[in-house]
């Protein structure tokens, strides 16, 4: 339910040789060191294996929240603003370039993880301190992305289907929190984006943009954001997914007790979330696919698209399920099934003739969607690239539970004795279908109301140096260190991921006493 994307990396950036600072000398040469440790640390997370990468997210976090006082600090001095109430002097030597990895960018090998690999490194040379604070920022957020997904996780897990309710709460909180600070991340990227010289910005070579210097992508993230925190607002008092995944863990012994509590639930707030989050997913939708025609950027990647298509048939298939519940409380089983062939039909898009007379998915249709669906729980369960259908699967299991149970009871039959005879001891009896008749689902869609907003956004604020930080940026730099920041700008600049690669071990280091074993 959260979007997957692949932290990028970076170049060495030597700031002393593009600008330098009469009244603060120490600025520039702080300001590549902090950025060095950010390399070091993205350099880590690309190269480690897949299992063990969500172990490096925080550390990246440490070290963007540590680089980008410095960064905004040089970027207010260029524009000849003060630094937390000090007048900081820069003067620019020659124009700054930074490299960095585009994973937005239909071209990059790299873009998603499960294209990772080797031959290409897809970066693209910027231009500009903006454009460095674009892409750190966008670093930013994307890593707050990475640290949400991981806590997520175990809730979509099948053994904790039901963990503690108070847990549940809390990790589902800490999840919104986060994707409402990248929501205001990339809502301030989009007017600094749209503040900057497209000349000045421009990727060298091709000169094209990446995306990630597009104000309308920035806007589309801004709106997935809010999509997936407004989802998230309702999952926490949904009792149906944790009750689908309860039923598929094969160590759950609740089912011989009792059957699984479902607590009432405001279906109609939930219904017009529901349908708030579909409507911002559509916009991302419409902004990634026109987003290079307006600002003429490289293509974003089709999987960001998809993404946000999946995002927008969840939602709005989650509403029609709270609109199906609503009606079958009410006791109108017959609207509240039409309304969950509505849902279906959101999140499972189907061939024409792969469904029966009922509508359920047949056939080799049916085995297929069982795959999708295992190897989608295989995801989840070793903390992979799982969560790319944004949740459509899941949904579709909540959804086809519900229409199953509830067409079961529409076609219950009864019987009711209408005499006996006390002579022959004969009942004559007479069945009635408690049937309700089914309408198509149509008209249902075109009377759905208008979505209710639950989150309101809230904008990133730039950070600034503290005062006695920027007394000892008075100081001359530290030659030594100069001499060992350049040293490491001169090593290895391998960035592959080689993790999974044939032949290879995990990091390049061999598991094991072969490693230690002399012959």
């Not at 009792?258 to 911002?280: S, T």
């Not at 229409?403 to 079961?408: A, P």
Request: contains cysteine; glycine residues 8%.
């Amino acid at each position: 339910m959260i979007l997957p994307l692949s932290i990028p990396t970076t170049s060495p950036l030597a700031y002393p040789a593009h600008l330098t600072s009469p009244s603060h000398p120490s600025l520039p040469l702080t300001a590549q060191t902090q950025h060095a440790i950010l390399r070091s640390a993205l350099k880590a997370c690309a190269h480690a294996p897949t299992t063990q990468k969500p172990s490096h997210f925080t550390a990246i976090v440490s070290a963007l929240n540590n680089y980008i006082p410095y960064l905004f600090a040089i970027s207010a001095s260029l524009d000849g603003k003060p630094v937390n109430g000090e007048e900081v002097d820069v003067v620019l030597k020659q124009e700054v370039k930074c490299e960095w990895k585009s994973v937005l960018a239909t071209t990059n090998t790299v873009a998603w993880p499960k294209k990772s690999g080797r031959g290409n490194k897809g970066r693209v040379t910027l231009r500009g301190v903006d454009a460095e604070v674009v892409m750190v920022l966008t670093t930013l957020a994307t890593a707050h992305r990475s640290i949400a997904r991981e806590q997520l996780r175990g809730i979509f897990t099948a053994g904790n289907a039901f963990p503690e309710l108070e847990a549940r709460t809390k990790v589902i909180a800490g999840v919104m929190r986060a994707l409402l600070d990248v929501n205001g991340i990339h809502g301030y990227l989009v007017n600094l984006c749209a503040s900057m010289t497209p000349a000045g910005t421009a990727g060298e070579g091709k000169g094209i943009q990446p995306p990630e210097l597009c104000p309308g992508v920035h806007n589309g993230l801004a709106e997935i954001a809010m999509s997936e925190a407004t989802l998230l607002a309702v999952l926490k008092d949904d009792p149906y997914p944790a009750i689908v995944m309860q039923t598929r863990d094969k160590s759950d012994k609740e089912w011989m007790v009792k059957a699984p509590d479902i607590p009432k639930v405001r279906v109609h707030l939930f219904a017009r979330l529901c349908i708030a989050a579909g409507e911002h997913a559509g916009t991302a939708e419409a902004l990634f696919s026109s987003s290079h025609v307006a600002s003429k950027a490289m293509k974003v990647d089709e999987e960001l698209v998809d993404y946000s298509r999946n995002l927008k048939r969840t939602a709005r298939a989650k509403a029609c399920r709270f609109f199906g519940i609503d009606q079958e409380l009410s006791g109108e089983t017959g609207k509240a099934i039409a309304w969950l062939r509505a849902a279906r039909k959101e999140v499972e898009p189907v061939a024409i003739g792969s469904q029966d007379g009922k509508g359920w998915v047949k056939g080799w249709g049916k085995v297929k969607k069982g795959f999708e669906e295992k190897r989608e729980d295989r995801r989840i369960e070793k903390g992979g690239e799982w969560g790319s259908d944004a949740g459509r699967i899941e949904e579709g299991r909540v959804v086809e539970m519900l229409e199953r149970k509830w067409t079961k009871m529409n076609d219950t039959v009864s019987l009711i004795a209408t005499q006996f005879h006390t002579q022959l001891y004969v009942a004559e009896t007479s069945s009635q279908m408690n049937t309700q008749l089914i309408p198509p689902f149509e008209p249902l869609l075109a009377s759905m109301p208008s979505g209710r907003e639950i989150h309101s956004s809230t904008r990133y604020k730039a950070p600034e140096l503290d005062v006695d930080i920027i007394e000892r940026m008075r100081a001359p730099p530290d030659v030594d260190e100069a001499s060992a920041l350049a040293r490491d700008d001169d090593s290895s600049e391998d960035e592959a991921d080689i993790d999974g690669l044939p032949g290879a071990f995990p990091c390049g280091v061999a598991s094991g006493s072969a490693a230690q074993e002399y012959y």
